[in-house]
């Protein structure tokens, strides 16, 4: 199972951006799908967006299609969500979480994950 540390969050502005990155331990990271999903306060996890194990792929949640880019770096065992067009609803606390691709039902579910990061805070004000 592989180890997972985000970073990147912090404090923007409404339409302002950030970008968050996934570090993951391991020399089969090539192998994983992974994905970001986040919770604001007093609100369930929820997902934000995923990317197979090759990159070819890529899936949002409507709520930050266009605004929002998954990507990976196999080379350098990272995954990165570039956020703009931040919104104060985007606030909450978000997390980087895979599973082998092998192993995978959905992309879009919490629980077909299972190796979570910390989670990294995105504040945007308003």
């Known amino acids: 199972q592989v180890q997972l540390v985000e970073s990147g969050g912090g404090l923007v502005q409404a339409g302002g951006s950030l970008r968050l990155s996934c570090a993951a331990s391991?020399?089969?990271?090539?192998?994983?799908?992974m994905g970001w999903f986040r919770q604001a306060p007093g609100k369930e996890r929820e997902f934000v967006a995923a990317?197979?194990?090759?990159?070819?792929?890529?899936y949002y949640a409507n709520s930050v299609k266009d605004r929002f880019t998954i990507s990976r770096d196999s080379a350098k065992n990272t995954q990165y969500l570039q956020m703009k067009s931040l919104k104060f609803e985007d606030t909450a606390v978000y997390y980087c979480?895979?599973?082998?691709?092998?192993?995978?039902?959905?992309?879009?579910?919490?629980?077909?994950?299972?190796?979570w990061g910390q989670g990294t805070q995105v504040t945007v004000s308003s």
């Open positions: 979480a895979a599973i082998p691709a092998r192993k995978l039902a959905s992309y879009y579910a919490e629980n077909s994950y299972d190796a």
């Open positions: 391991g020399r089969t990271f090539s192998l994983y799908a």
């Open positions: 990317i197979s194990w090759s990159g070819g792929r890529t």
